[in-house]
């Protein structure tokens, strides 16, 4: 059954009605009530069952009821939730009505059973300090038959555990109600068998304040929010529960706000502007200097001094834009002289009988309400004897106060202006006025406390001692003028209403009232608008510490720290509350006000005070400080700060323009009090638009944008819009932004607008003294179609952005937008950096190591031996950081080896002559060998070599630091053979660890267009974001001279894969970010010259496939110069490739600069050795270079080429005077070169280089083997010549390397004799009695036949490699252990053969260190 149940909850006559609770002894909860209202909406996910008692609807609050069972305390929880228009406005209520009656007559009668009564259940919450609410309440009450239109409060409070909240316009009422409270008489008993009529009653307006607040939201139509539920509820433990309420009715269609719902009414001719108070001849200010309502009396005397006009001020009405309710202000006349005078802060005594002792009192007050007597003002005329003021038209039927008007200023003032008669026909109540006589003004005042229902107290604390009462004595035909002038203004309120400050300028003195939500401390800070807040300023702190007592501070401050101490103190406290004032987010926190002199005379750390603009800033803490004066600590503020620009004599913000200026856009600003002027203008017809978001945040995401045009018809449009992605701004249903003028003429477009700094939108951004992202767009030449939300403009021809603050105009060169290239750059940056980091870290880790080890065996004392880490590291063990060294021994016989070629057979399983140790016992002086000399080799009857050793200068070269590899365990060789093994496809030269470096790359690029993009950034313009970067990764690895070269130890012909791949990446990227576009891609400029970049990217790509590099390298080379073409257009396309493409072809001209310099001037060949279609070409060294085994030049021949450069392997060893190349007549050039070499003895050269090494020290391992093709063959020969000391004049002591397995397989025996030469003298040093490395000689003539003629050292057919490995492995194994360095440069076939021998071999503790040279760039 249904029916409508006015629940009028709260009466003022019963006390009591408080937040309180009272505990049953059967109780076990808690009760606990909360200071404030909580801001956040509770989750409903605790709550099993729901309800909607009255649903949403067009114009209509909803309520809701949300429960659950409580099985363990018996109880049930509960949820009471409906819209209100304020968090201190409205209240709901439910009650339990037993199913067993049947209301009628509206549900304000009921039955005459014992339980015909209502449970009822009330929240609210109030800013009024004296309210029965304060600041919220959820109370246990009852509705009888006795007293059915008025709730009673239940003297026996049952609920617990209540929190109020409010969130979103939604008020939440949860707390905890038992079955069975004890409590017969007011309580419903929850048991299983009570069924219960679930009533209600809501108003989303009036609050259960000292008033009985109606549950109509439509007084004009009749409108009531009450009524039941649909069916009955049992709240037993076995209940199966109501039907869960209907998602649709979560979102509400209507919001009720104070402003303009249902009742509510904003009225012009009440908020705005302070009214003008020059009309006014007379100015009495009532309230003192420790008074911060600031009272003033106005008025002026009519000509024939029959009346007065008047003008009442209060700061009374900070309020009224969150409760819709202002405070009042009041003032009387009382007659002065009398035989009974006013006592009592001014109230007249009412025990004294006489005609004259009364008050004729005036009073006004405002409200949003228009059911409010006071909706939407009133100036009452009244009177009042003792305590209780009186209405006179309630008493005498008369209201003698004309030209009734009220006004508040955005300040929270309020303004009554009225006239009033000298003489009235009310003689009882009114007085009689006699200009020249005396009066004692009595007023008083409350910001909380309204005239709409009730007669106020003029309370201003919720601690009930402060009023707002006094009284003044006055003449009305004196002249008076008030002492404290309020300039225009004269307050400021912080965006998020934490803050606010009000001042007061009079005689030099100027009077601060500054509130803040937080109640510990609250500071402001003065000083130069150019000078930072905070590093500079003149600061005040203040509190009320724990006594009540007001603590004020002078400080100064320098730096981001605590003010200083000011050893002068010019800030005097006047007085404090523990509530807000200005209108903040909430009631409860701190008010203190405070003055000092404009210019106190301390100028080194107070800030002169003046008619000018200053920086303002401002700060608070929930906390209390500690201690007093100096020695006071605070906390820090945190995030509860800002700054502004102020200026407090003038009042306002500063009002000189600025301006900016970028490309084809210019706009100049203005600020005045809370708002801003913008003209903004451009090179264009069609249309501009400026945008603001927080500074670093990308201009197109979370901006608020204002696009402006002319029409067609020469009209201005103006559209405030907001945008959260890369796309047109969304059309703003609160426009802020005011059109001024528009012109276009000359190409030129000019739109003037104007809009508040914070307009209290949530799409538009607020505007203060902090830098944001400022950002501007136009089209040339695209006139939008449409209007307002309709309209439709075409993408932007030209736009930039900037950090600005646009208080002091200056361009702030911080900050920098986070677009997915400078994500994608940073990320790899760090990651190329943090590898670095361990790479360096582990080479200084090993060369102090190392370097001690050395010291350590430098300093061995005589009688020990410093070969004994040798010694013990027989039987298997690899040597670990020993030093060669051999030490005299005069009186040991010469060692010898067998004289065996087959020496693989009488070599022992260490691969080393067993009579070859270096474990030499140490002379018996202990004195180091020196002049180590070697003679011819010698061979003894018994087939041993002899080796003679005279001492004398030691070779420096013998004192080897160098530490032998180690073998690694298995687990590491694992991961290498895994790692560094090839691809398994014919043809490729692919390590996996590399194709899995660029997959983590590839992984990176694509996670910003699936995985984790950007926010505002979708996929078409991520990837055009992308290939910015790796335009700027490409170019890195593509330099000779590449900062990775030095990062990641990469040289120059293993970083150009990376080269290549990143292109291709490149290329891909701008083609799927060019896809997106394709429809625009001739309409717009921006679009014509991004097609131009992809065109050069992709000829550049189509130029760069291997037989265009290997057969048409001039071709190849001159034509990728085109990537110049693709960054010139990539910077056309947009700026944001700016930054990119400046460092791509700086890290380019650098390394263009110092190839320059290296190789700028010719010199002389030593010498052309021509010899069957291949020359040997002898040269100086370069000055600038640091040689190293495996390196390769760059070499131009002027007189063949003068701007070609072609790369050659050095085939001369790095501790060799001189350098030497071999170069083979296969393309044009070279043949050029074989010719021009045979026909001339020297030719002119230029050399840049050398460049590349190898990835490892051939010299630290006991086993090494080369394989090398026809002219591959010279790293390989450099390689020799090193470790025979070909053309080297040092001496031999390179103890670490025992057998070099050298294999060369050659077509014909032409190619052999190239370096046949150098192959014979190392093979004999070999043979020598000299500790050189066993060569074990591989070399091939792969067209030979078994009897064909063949060199000496040469062999027929193709070398084995299988078998070559296996040997080797068995030369270099100390026990179960190896590890091998192998060389390979040469064909593809045979390199890849042996790239996977490596590989196949690699395992247990077995270890092939393997690096093949770039045969080809």
């Known amino acids: ?678 003209n903004m203008s451009g090179q264009a017809v069609g249309w501009i638009s400026v945008g603001f978001s927080a500074a670093g945040v990308d201009a197109h995401k979370g901006s608020d944008m204002i696009v402006g045009w002319v029409d067609t018809t020469g009209a201005v449009q103006i559209i405030d819009g907001f945008s959260s992605s890369q796309s047109q701004p969304t059309y703003d249903e609160q426009q802020d932004a005011i059109p001024i003028s528009g012109t276009v003429s000359g190409g030129q477009i000019a739109i003037v607008f104007t809009r508040a700094l914070n307009t209290g939108d949530v799409n538009d951004y607020a505007i203060t003294n902090n830098p944001l992202t400022f950002a501007w767009a136009l089209h040339t030449t695209a006139v939008p179609t449409g209007t307002a939300a309709t309209a439709m403009y075409t993408f932007h021809t030209d736009y930039d952005e900037v950090v600005l603050n646009l208080f002091t105009g200056g361009v702030v060169l911080i900050l920098v937008k986070m677009t997915p290239a400078l994500s994608l750059s940073i990320v790899v940056s760090a990651l190329i950096l943090a590898y670095s980091i361990v790479r360096f870290g582990w080479k200084l880790l090993k060369y102090f190591s190392t370097n001690k080890a050395v010291q350590q065996d430098e300093h061995e004392v005589p009688d020990q031996d410093p070969l004994k880490d040798i010694k013990s590291s027989r039987n298997g063990k690899f040597l670990r950081g020993s030093m060669a060294v051999d030490y005299a021994n005069p009186a040991k016989e010469a060692l010898k080896q067998p004289d065996n070629e087959e020496d693989d057979e009488n070599e022992d399983a260490h691969g080393e002559d067993p009579h070859d140790s270096p474990d030499l016992p140490p002379k018996e002086s202990g004195e180091l060998k020196e002049n180590v000399e070697f003679s011819p080799s010698k061979r003894s009857s018994d087939g041993r070599r002899s080796k003679t050793k005279n001492y004398g200068q030691f070779s420096p070269d013998m004192y080897t630091k160098l530490k032998e590899k180690s073998s690694g365990n298995k687990g590491a060789n694992f991961f290498a053979r895994i790692t560094k093994a090839r691809l398994p496809f014919k043809g490729v030269q692919i390590a996996v660890v590399d194709l899995v470096g660029f997959g983590i790359y590839l992984f990176i690029n694509l996670g910003y267009v699936i995985w984790w993009p950007l926010q505002g950034y979708t996929p078409d313009i991520t990837w055009g974001y992308l290939a910015v970067a790796n335009a700027f990764f490409v170019a890195l690895p593509a330099t000779r001279n590449s900062v990775l070269v030095y990062l990641l130890g990469a040289p120059f012909d293993k970083t150009i894969q990376f080269h290549r791949w990143l292109g291709y990446l490149c290329l891909v990227e701008s083609s799927l970010h060019w896809a997106y576009y394709f429809p625009y891609t001739l309409l717009y400029e921006k679009c014509i010259t991004g097609l131009t970049s992809w065109i050069f990217v992709f000829l550049v790509f189509l130029t760069s496939v291997d037989k265009m590099r290997r057969f048409y390298f001039n071709t190849f080379y001159t034509l990728h110069f085109l990537f110049l073409g693709f960054y010139i257009g990539g910077v056309g396309h947009t700026k944001e490739f700016v930054p990119y493409a400046a460092l791509a072809l700086i890290l380019y001209g650098m390394d263009r600069i110092v190839r320059f310099f290296l190789g700028a001037v010719p010199k002389r060949t030593l010498q052309l050795n021509v010899h069957e279609g291949a020359v040997k070409i002898n040269f100086s060294k370069n000055a600038f270079g640091s040689y190293a085994l495996g390196q390769y030049v760059f070499l131009n021949f002027p007189e063949i080429g003068l701007l070609e450069w072609h790369p050659f392997t050095l085939s001369s060893g790095p501790a060799e005077p001189t350098c030497e190349v071999m170069v083979k007549g296969l393309g044009d050039h070279t043949k050029k070169l074989v010719q021009a070499s045979a026909e001339k003895g020297k030719l002119w050269i230029r050399v840049d280089g050398p460049y590349g090494k190898w990835p490892f020290n051939i010299m630290r391992y006991r086993t090494v083997i080369l394989v090398s093709g026809g002219v591959g063959v010279t790293p390989c020969m450099a390689a020799l010549r090193h470790i025979y000391h070909i053309n080297r004049e040092d001496k031999l002591g390179d103890f670490r390397l025992k057998s070099v397995f050298f294999v060369w397989s050659c077509k014909d025996a032409s190619d052999f004799h190239w370096y046949g030469d150098v192959l014979e003298t190392a093979f004999n040093r070999s043979e020598s009695g000299a500790d050189y490395p066993k060569l074990h000689n591989h070399s091939h003539i792969t067209s030979a036949r078994e009897n064909d003629p063949l060199p000496a050292l040469a062999k027929p057919g193709r070398p084995r490699l299988e078998k070559i490995f296996e040997a080797a492995e068995n030369a270099a194994k100390k026990g179960e252990e190896a590890r091998i360095a192998v060389i390979a440069c040469g064909p593809e076939s045979l390199v890849n053969l042996t790239w996977d021998e490596t590989s196949k071999r690699t395992q247990d503790r077995n270890r092939f260190d393997f690096h093949h040279e770039t045969f080809e760039f």
């Open 1 to 678: 059954m249904k029916f409508t149940l006015a629940l009028c909850v709260l009466a003022v006559c019963v006390s009591g009605w408080a937040e309180g609770q009272i505990l049953g002894p059967q109780q076990t909860f808690s009760a606990t009530v909360p200071s404030t209202v909580q801001r956040l909406a509770p989750t409903v996910n605790q709550y099993t069952s729901c309800i909607d008692l009255q649903p949403y609807a067009v114009n209509q609050p909803s309520v809701r009821m949300y429960w659950s069972i409580d099985s363990v305390n018996n109880a049930v929880n509960i949820m009471m939730r409906s819209q209100v228009a304020c968090p201190t406005c409205g209240y709901v209520s439910v009650g339990l009505y037993p199913s067993t009656y049947a209301p009628f007559d509206g549900g304000h009668q009921y039955g005459t059973g014992s339980n015909a009564f209502v449970d009822l259940w009330a929240a609210s919450s109030s800013t009024n300090v004296s309210a029965n609410c304060y600041p919220w309440c959820i109370n246990d009450a009852y509705m009888a038959p006795g007293r059915p239109y008025r709730p009673i409060r239940d003297a026996k409070d049952n609920l617990y555990n209540k929190i109020l909240s409010y969130s979103n316009g939604m008020i939440y009422a949860q707390f905890t109600r038992p079955f069975i409270t004890g409590d017969n008489f007011y309580d419903q008993n929850m048991t299983a068998t009570n069924e219960f009529w679930l009533v209600y009653s809501c108003n989303p307006y009036f609050n259960m304040d000292n008033n009985i607040p109606e549950h109509y939201y439509d007084q004009g139509s009749n409108t009531w929010c009450s009524g039941s539920s649909d069916n009955v509820v049992n709240f037993s433990l076995n209940s199966t529960a109501v039907q869960a309420c209907n998602v649709s009715n979560d979102l509400p269609p209507q919001t009720f706000t104070v402003q303009n719902m249902g009742v509510q009414q904003t009225t012009s001719t009440i908020v705005g502007v302070a009214p003008k108070t020059l009309g006014y001849d007379n100015c009495l200010q009532l309230t003192g200097a420790a008074d911060p309502h600031n009272i003033y009396l106005r008025w002026t005397v009519s000509k024939d001094n029959a009346s007065i006009n008047f003008m009442l001020q209060g700061l009374v009405a900070q309020n009224y834009m969150v409760t819709g309710e202002a405070g009042y202000v009041g003032v009387g006349l009382y007659p002065y002289g009398t035989m009974y005078p006013p006592y009592g802060g001014g109230h007249p005594d009412q025990m004294i009988p006489s005609t004259d002792n009364f008050t004729d009192l005036w009073a006004a007050s405002a409200s949003m309400f228009n059911g409010s007597r006071c909706f939407p003002f009133c100036i009452d005329d009244a009177y009042m004897i003792g305590y209780q003021p009186a209405n006179d038209v309630f008493s005498a039927g008369t209201d003698d106060i004309t030209g009734k008007n009220v006004m508040i200023d955005n300040s929270g003032n309020l303004y009554a202006m009225f006239t009033r008669a000298v003489a009235t026909p009310d003689t009882t109540y009114d007085q009689q006025i006699d200009i020249n006589k005396q009066y004692t003004l009595l007023y008083s005042c409350s910001p909380y406390q309204s005239l709409s229902y009730a007669v106020p107290e003029h309370q201003v604390s919720n601690t009930g001692a402060a009023r707002c009462a006094g009284m003044k004595t006055m003449t009305f035909s004196q002249n008076y003028q008030c002492t404290t002038t309020t300039p225009t203004g004269t307050t400021y309120t912080s965006p998020n209403k934490d803050f606010f400050v009000s001042w007061s300028v009079a005689s030099g003195m100027i009077t601060f009232t500054m509130s803040s939500i937080g109640v510990g401390w609250l500071g402001i800070g003065f000083s130069a608008v150019t000078v930072p807040p905070h590093t500079g300023s003149d600061m005040v702190v203040a509190w009320v510490d724990s006594a009540g007592a007001v603590q004020i501070i002078d400080g100064f401050s320098s730096k981001q720290t605590q003010p200083t101490y000011d050893v002068q103190q010019d800030a005097t406290a006047i007085s404090s509350m523990k509530t807000t004032t200005g209108g903040l987010s909430s009631a409860t926190g701190l008010t203190i006000q405070w003055s000092r002199k404009l210019d106190t005379g301390d100028a080194t750390n107070d800030y002169v005070i003046s008619n000018a603009p200053l920086t303002f800033a401002w700060a608070y803490h929930t906390d209390l400080p500690t201690g007093t004066g100096s020695n006071a600590q605070y906390m820090y503020h945190g995030a509860s700060r800002d700054n502004t620009f102020l200026n407090f004599v003038g009042g306002g913000g500063p009002v000189a323009g600025q301006t900016y200026t970028s490309g084809k856009f210019s706009a100049t600003w203005q600020i005045s009090g809370t708002s801003i002027t913008f």
